[in-house]
């Protein structure tokens, strides 16, 4: 069964503090691995796609890269307004294309300033 | 930017009640999705929809609901008869090519 775990469950980290989140994957064929960031009561919000082993995504303050096995979103010198629960997804190869995207639970990150 | 719209922000209903949920997807984009997150749980897929049929979805998404785009841009999820259960946040997603989802803001479902 594909399956998605995301660590840690809550993050606490002063600004400025850098750190990582992890995204770890059991998939049937992997087509792709997203990361999302979500604000309380809204919808996910895109962040990265990577599609092999090796690849590696920047967004401002994120950098996103992936293995065979997992994920890593690495956040650098995080400000108060990067707090957010960051969400990781992936979705199998499958006939037909129109592939679901399956969640991991996500990690809870908190910038204090 | 385009982005996916969705109405009723918060819709509150009774048991047993139809209820149904409104989404508007970018406008050049030809897959469409219904996740719902219940409290404090994952975003789970509920089903995804293509060519003007589905084309997957999951156990949850049983005889009690269904789909329809009724036009060019409106894609609906209806809920026959709803259960406490179906009390959740509801998202509907949007792909131009059926990988990157963009998601709308949600449909807060509260069922009493």
């Known amino acids: 069964e594909d399956q998605v775990t995301q660590s840690p469950e809550a993050l606490r980290l002063q600004e400025g503090e850098s750190s990582s989140l992890n995204c770890s994957y059991t998939?049937?064929?992997?087509?792709?691995l997203f990361w999302y960031r979500q604000d309380p009561g809204k919808g996910p919000e895109f962040l990265f796609t990577?599609?092999?082993a090796g690849e590696e995504k920047e967004k401002e303050r994120l950098k996103a890269t992936l293995t065979k096995k997992e994920s890593f979103l690495h956040i650098t010198a995080p400000k108060p307004e990067d707090s957010a629960t960051y969400l990781c997804?992936?979705?199998?190869?499958?006939?037909?294309?129109?592939?679901?995207?399956?969640f991991g639970a996500g990690t809870r990150l908190a910038v204090h300033p | 930017e385009p982005e996916v719209t969705q109405t009723p922000s918060h819709q509150v209903t009774q048991m047993g009640q139809e209820v149904i949920l409104r989404c508007v997807p970018i406008?050049?984009?030809?897959?469409f999705y219904w996740y719902r997150q219940i409290l404090g749980q994952k975003v789970e897929f509920l089903v995804s929809?293509?060519?003007?049929?589905?084309?997957?979805k999951s156990e949850i998404f049983d005889d009690q609901f269904s789909v329809e785009r009724p036009d060019g841009s409106n894609f609906t999820l209806k809920i026959r008869s709803t259960k406490l259960e179906d009390s959740a946040m509801y998202f509907c997603?949007?792909?131009?090519?059926?990988?990157?989802?963009?998601f709308g803001p949600g449909t807060r479902l509260t069922v009493t």
């Open positions: 997603a949007s792909s131009s090519t059926g990988d990157e989802q963009y």
């Open positions: 997804a992936v979705q199998a190869f499958s006939t037909g294309g129109y592939n679901k995207l399956i």
């Open positions: 929809f293509y060519n003007n049929e589905i084309s997957e």
């Open positions: 990577l599609y092999s």
């Open positions: 406008s050049n984009h030809l897959y």
């Open positions: 998939v049937s064929g992997l087509r792709g």
